[in-house]
């Protein structure tokens, strides 16, 4: 991650500052298994909280990494699974006014159940399978506020739609 001010110019031809955070694109796997949805749960330094999301993650020291080899390595990392089929369903920014970064969304299904290979900072992590039902009632009560994951499952559900 770098942080940077950028000299600008505005409309009004005024000069001025913009902040920006670049961060490496990341790719966030929406695990299927017919009703069932995988999330995983982590500590999130930021917030403080533990918080339930889809996996997903960026390749650190490795910006150039094709986003969907990124996808099944997340997805193999952070939950143990292989998905016999993983399609690019979307694409997220995460916070255009602040920082560079961008999501690319996955959905993976044909999984297989194996071990988690976790990075260090994800020993604390855990999995479990939802139901869509449930999912959706984490997001109404306030147990799914990652703002990544919700996006990415409206996307899933656009492209069921259109399918």
Known sequence: MTVREDAVRRHDGSAGIYGVIDKPDYA???PLDGERLMLVEQFRYPVGARRWEFPQGTAPNRADVDPDELAARELREETGLRAASIVRIGSLDVAP???????HVYLAT???EGVAERETEEQDMRAGWFPRAEFEAMIRDGRITDAQSIAAYTQLLLHEHHQ
């Open 110 to 112: 044909g999984l297989e």
């Open 28 to 30: 966030l796997v929406i």
């Open 97 to 103: 006014g602040m920082t560079s970064q961008r999501g």
